[in-house]
């Protein structure tokens, strides 16, 4: 090729530099500017791509097809596998005649005659290779063909550098201006992780709708503060947000704390009371623990999903509500329909839109993050001089399973402020529990495994029975029960 067409291809190449900036887009010119200047027939580039099926992929090509590209990479006598393993660049002016490539089947089968390729380097690092042939003519590549291909291959491989790092940096930015957005809106739930803001996304997305939200997750994961995120940013904000745990509740009573009863519908009923759904009218009722109520309760709430209507206990009249019903469980909801448990209809009238929230150990990133907004709160209530974490600290966190999630790290943070004499806090104030060996259980009842599960979970929460039971993912009337079974007083 002339010293014109050279400098031409090489000046046209800079200007792609400052002016092409998505990947794809410059890798297709990157082609087209060498097939012209060589005046080749076909082409194409491989880069690396991390993660990949194969180690190299054809990103661009030109007159050829998957087929083809294949066939020539793949053979160990093929020319760019030459060049991806030595690193450097091969010409051959008439493949056919060439021992290089004798017996190679891609030369033969697709009657490759000049063929040009040079590898692509980012510094030190082979990223990919730039492919060029000629079927019909011989001869038509020469060493100032390959001394051309070289150096614009060099450049070639800047502009593909620079385009991604811009790519990366646009990436990075638009995730950073979701993230400070999002963070803004939603002051209330901390985190940073890719979970939490696809969460967060979501709460933004169906906050200003009546659609029912069904938040699933393990005890602790901060299922009401996401009811309350999509309470407050709806136009509901300025009504009641009501939440009720049903595990708690007998079924009596959680029937009349959502329904309300009129004066002398059982005993004990001395006046008429207004229910929880009524007092949520245009607002919103947060059920937590949804799994735990019976059949009967599940039916009532059907209807009022259903028809917008209540009744009183001990009344026939029908009133109208308008309420947003957010509902929770630490349990698999879906799986309670399979067992029999949860009504099926029920489920699809509830689970309109699902959130689930991750387990403190699926978004460690958020752990220092949440670990200094609890040291900050209990700081200032306890009126202590704390500048952060220390490093121990912070690698013990991490190092943690948190079986009790974010509950349990606000407890963990709380006791280490408290008992802190430093002005960091260390790791040997966090009494972060390891679980004992269970060895000695090996052979002994069921009923004595599970009597020992339970006293060394509540012994771990504190002797705190409503926790203890959302840890076990039990209710703690059926944990009521048992520790009553075996003679131990409620000290809650």
């Not at 030109?62 to 020539?72: F, H, L, P, Q, Y």
């Not at 980012?122 to 000629?134: F, K, M, R, T, W």
């Not at 393990?218 to 709806?234: D, P």
């Not at 220092?368 to 306890?382: D, G």
Request: glycine share 6%; aromatic share 6%.
């Amino acid at each position: 090729m002339s010293d014109k067409n050279t400098h031409e291809a090489l000046l046209a190449i800079s200007r792609e530099l400052n002016s092409v900036r998505e990947t794809s887009l410059l890798l297709d010119r990157i082609l087209d500017i060498a097939l012209d200047a060589l005046q080749a027939e076909r082409g194409f580039i491989l880069l690396k791509v991390p993660g990949a099926q194969k180690e190299f992929e054809a990103i661009s090509a030109r007159n050829m097809s998957n087929e083809a590209i294949t066939s020539i990479r793949e053979l160990s006598s093929s020319v760019v596998n030459k060049v991806l393993s030595s690193g450097e660049a091969v010409l051959s002016v008439d493949a056919m005649e060439d021992q290089r490539f004798a017996g190679a089947e891609s030369v033969l089968l697709q009657n490759i005659r000049s063929v040009a390729c040079t590898p692509l380097f980012q510094g030190e690092n082979l990223v990919g290779a730039i492919y060029v042939d000629n079927r019909m003519d011989s001869g038509q590549f020469d060493q100032p063909s390959l001394t051309f291909l070289q150096a614009f291959a060099t450049q070639a491989a800047s502009a593909i550098e620079n385009a991604q790092i811009f790519e990366q940096l646009q990436s990075e930015n638009e995730q950073l201006r979701l993230q400070l957005a999002l963070k803004a809106y939603f002051p209330e739930i901390i985190g940073k992780s890719k979970p939490i803001l696809e969460i967060l996304q979501l709460i933004d997305d169906v906050a200003d709708t009546n659609a029912t939200v069904l938040v699933e997750g393990e005890s602790g994961t901060g299922k009401e503060l996401v009811a309350r995120a999509l309470h407050y940013h709806s136009s509901r904000k300025d009504h009641p947000f009501i939440p009720i745990f049903c595990g708690s509740l007998a079924d009596s009573l959680l029937e009349s704390e959502l329904f309300g009863h009129s004066k002398g519908a059982f005993t004990g009923a001395i006046a008429h009371k207004q229910g929880l759904l009524e007092a949520a009218d245009n607002g919103t009722l947060f059920l937590d623990e949804i799994a735990d109520i019976d059949k009967n309760m599940q039916t009532k709430l059907l209807r009022v999903l259903q028809e917008g209507e209540i009744k009183r206990i001990g009344e026939n009249k029908i009133r109208k509500i308008n309420v947003r019903i957010i509902a929770a469980t630490n349990k698999n909801l879906w799986e309670e329909v399979e067992t029999g448990n949860f009504r099926e209809d029920l489920f699809y009238r509830l689970n309109v839109i699902n959130i689930t929230m991750p387990p403190l150990r699926a978004r460690s990133e958020d752990i220092p993050l949440l670990a200094e907004h609890f040291l900050k709160k209990f700081a200032l209530e306890n009126k202590k001089q704390l500048k952060g974490l220390a490093a121990d600290a912070r690698e013990a966190l991490l190092s943690y399973h948190w079986p009790g999630n974010i509950r349990e790290l606000e407890n963990a943070v709380e006791r280490a402020v408290i008992l802190a004499r430093e002005d960091q806090l260390t790791a040997q104030r966090f009494s972060l529990n390891r679980p004992q060996s269970t060895t000695h259980l090996i052979g002994k009842p069921l009923k004595e495994i599970e009597k020992f599960v339970i006293l060394e979970t509540l012994k771990q929460a504190g002797n705190n029975r409503t926790k203890t039971a959302e840890i076990l993912d039990v209710s703690r009337r059926w944990l009521q029960y048992r520790l009553k079974e075996w003679g131990i007083r409620d000290e809650d």
